[in-house]
């Protein structure tokens, strides 16, 4: 069964620095591209960033374009987020999702962590 | 950018037909995918490119998508598909999801 283990949230200052890290199983994770997905509290799904199979194409959305940094490490089947210089609207649940196609670094997401929490407070 | 309409919240009776629009510009030449997010827990994909029943989703759910329109619809609607269910589309290199629509079933 494929599984997404999310980890790293905490709470972290404003103008700070964070590693997310995504561990998956039960899926050949170097052939699929995968995603990060955020919720802020009482707000909707808002994308965050896709990596395709090789990550050397890399997406990110407008807000956090220039501060976030995906990343894999298909040896130990692990996606990575890294945080810098995050704000305040930057709070939310953090979930790494995997496309249900084969090489592709976007689509319909199928597999979902369980997500997990950052929040960016002084 | 590319944005996509939802409503806020849609009203069902338990055994009812529900139906959640996902408005957007010729929405309907994108493949449109839809989850179901309850409080606490991780989105689930219930339909995928536009008509796609995932496997172990309920027959109950079903898609459309045609024109500036796609159309999650919930026949028979039952007390446990009460949640946000949110629409996402891929556009020039980016991931949009609609604001989420409430469902509730009376």
């Known amino acids: 069964e494929a599984q997404l283990v999310e980890s790293g949230g905490g709470l972290v200052r404003p103008g700070g620095s964070l590693r997310l890290s995504c561990v998956t199983s039960?899926?050949?994770?170097?052939?699929?591209?995968m995603d990060w997905v955020r919720q802020s509290l009482g707000k909707g799904l808002e994308w965050v960033a896709a990596?395709?199979?090789?990550?050397?194409?890399?997406h990110y959305a407008d807000s956090v374009k220039g501060r976030f940094t995906i990343s894999r490490d298909d040896s130990g089947n692990t996606l990575y987020l890294q945080m810098n210089n995050v704000r305040d609207d930057d709070t939310a649940v953090y979930y790494c999702a995997r496309p249900d196609i084969k090489g592709a670094s976007v689509g319909a997401f199928d597999i979902w962590g369980q997500g997990t929490l950052v929040t960016v407070s002084s | 950018s590319y944005g996509l309409t939802q409503p806020l919240s849609v009203s069902v009776a338990l055994g009812q037909t529900a139906r959640i629009t996902c408005g957007g510009d010729n929405i309907g030449s994108k493949n449109v995918h839809w989850y179901q997010k309850k409080t606490g827990q991780a989105p689930v994909l219930v339909i995928c490119r536009g008509t796609e029943r995932p496997s172990g989703i309920p027959e109950r759910f079903s898609g459309s998508n045609s024109g500036n329109t796609a159309t999650l619809t919930i026949n028979g609607a039952q007390g446990g598909d009460e949640a946000d269910y949110y629409c996402q589309v891929w556009h020039t290199s980016a991931v949009f999801f609609g604001a989420g629509t409430k469902l509730t079933v009376l």
């Open positions: 990596i395709n199979v090789a990550g050397d194409y890399l």
């Open positions: 039960g899926f050949a994770f170097g052939s699929y591209g």
